[in-house]
């Protein structure tokens, strides 16, 4: 395995060391709701503040939106769907092509791969590193495996990848409007991923970022869906695991389109995004091991 450090100027997060890619562990159990796996949620029209509470410089200001009623997976795509995917049609995702451009890259850039975080060992490294033979089925590189890990949200998706396995579906990638309202499920935006009694009801980031996860909301690294509380509409990890591909908008650029909703890298010293009105650009063609995606659907007559 083979990896270098990159500065990419889109990735949500920058910055720490090199070192052998060890799987995430999880270190506490946690039940987790696997009835819902495979589902859909009807969502109703309706009408909300979006981009309540700004603390970024792209998100707000506030304004109403109204938004037609659609259907949304009740959790993010799971390496078992996306596996379906690829069984039935031979896709080839991104991070398993060698990069556009590749005789104008450094030589360990050349060879597919995606970037994969790792926590520093000393103060200064960067933890974003592009990671020869990282993909969708080696999350952490190729000495890693989904195996045993169905239920785990597939990472490694460029937004490229995400709407292949959209027009397969039959479905697509949310608007930002969309997902934000279908994330606040009514509820007024939230500065933190709390109950109202103070219980972690999103995966995100304990400890001081990006020096140690101490794993306390029970993962270390991405968490299998339906492990935290739904919101009010009954959707899971709208906010904490991992970020979340939004179609292209007017706003957005022909390389770069809006993700939302925070990852398990998100800590309260750093990138508060585990909020609905939270929001980040990501390059189309890059995928992470902290970027994944849901679909939405029309109303079903």
């Known amino acids: ?41 009807s969502i109703p029209a309706g009408t909300f503040i979006m981009g309540a ?33 690829v069984d039935a049609t031979g896709y080839v995702t991104e991070a398993e092509k060698s990069p556009p451009g590749a005789d104008k890259l450094p030589p360990d850039m050349r060879e597919p791969g995606s970037a994969v975080f790792i926590e520093p060992k000393q103060p200064g490294q960067q933890w974003w590193i592009w990671t020869t033979g990282a993909d969708w089925r080696h999350p952490t590189g190729p000495n890693s495996t ?63 970022f990006p020096a140690k996860d101490l ?39 022909s390389r770069t389109t809006a993700i939302k909703g925070g990852s398990y890298l998100c800590a309260e010293n750093y990138c508060a995004r585990y909020r609905p009105s939270a929001r980040q650009f990501q390059e189309k063609d890059l995928g992470t091991n902290h970027v994944g995606f849901r679909l939405v659907y029309p109303v079903e007559s």
């Open 1 to 41: 395995m083979r990896t270098i450090y990159i500065s990419a100027l889109c990735l949500p997060l920058l910055g720490c060391n090199q070192s052998d890619i060890l799987e995430e562990p999880a270190i506490s159990a946690r039940s987790c709701d696997t009835k819902m796996l495979g589902t859909t949620i």
């Open 53 to 85: 509470n700004p603390q970024y410089r792209e998100e707000g200001p506030p304004r109403t939106i109204a938004v037609e009623a659609f259907r949304i997976d009740a959790h993010e795509v799971t390496n078992a769907q996306f596996s379906e995917f």
């Open 146 to 208: 989904i195996d045993g890990k169905p239920a785990y949200p597939a990472v490694h998706i460029s937004y490229n990848d995400a709407k292949a396995y959209a027009d397969w579906k039959g479905g697509a990638l949310p608007s930002e409007e969309q997902w934000e309202y279908a994330a606040r499920a009514g509820a007024p935006d939230s500065n933190a991923p709390l109950d109202a009694q103070g219980n972690i009801e999103a995966n995100h980031y304990q400890g001081a």
């Open 215 to 253: 794993g306390t909301d029970g993962f270390v690294g991405s968490a299998p869906a339906g492990c935290y509380k739904p919101n009010g509409f009954g959707l899971y990890d709208m906010i904490g695991n991992v970020w979340e591909w939004m179609e292209s908008s007017a706003e957005t650029q």
